[in-house]
C-alpha cells in the first residue's frame, strides 16, 4: 500500500544521499537512522524512532530535545571532529 511506497521511497533516497560524497556532489553523507532507531528487542518495531528520542510518545518521526543532542554529538564525532 502507501505506507509500503512512502517506506521504499524513503529507503531509495536514503541510499541516493549516502553515495553522493563517492560522486564528489557533497562532503559528507551521514546515516542518523541507526542512531535514533531501537531494534526489537526494545520493544519497539524495527526501525521506529527509539521513545526516549521522541517528541510525543506516539510520535516516530519527529525528535525531542533528546534526539537532537545525539544527533549533534554523531554529527560531531562523524564530520566535525578535527575542527578548531
Do not use: M
Not at 502507501?2 to 541510499?15: C, F, G, P, Q, W
Not at 524495527?46 to 534526539?67: E, K, M, Q, V
Amino acid at each position: 500500500g502507501v505506507k509500503d511506497a512512502r517506506v521504499a521511497a524513503t529507503l531509495e533516497l536514503n541510499s541516493w544521499i549516502a553515495s553522493r560524497p563517492s560522486h564528489g556532489e557533497a562532503d559528507y553523507a551521514v546515516d542518523l537512522g541507526p542512531v535514533l532507531r531501537c531494534d526489537e528487542r526494545a520493544g519497539v518495531r524495527a526501525g521506529d524512532l527509539c521513545p526516549s528520542y521522541r517528541r510525543f510518545p506516539t510520535d516516530r518521526i519527529h525528535w525531542n530535545a533528546a534526539g537532537h543532542k545525539r544527533v549533534a554529538e554523531v554529527l560531531y564525532q562523524s564530520v566535525f571532529n578535527d575542527c578548531r
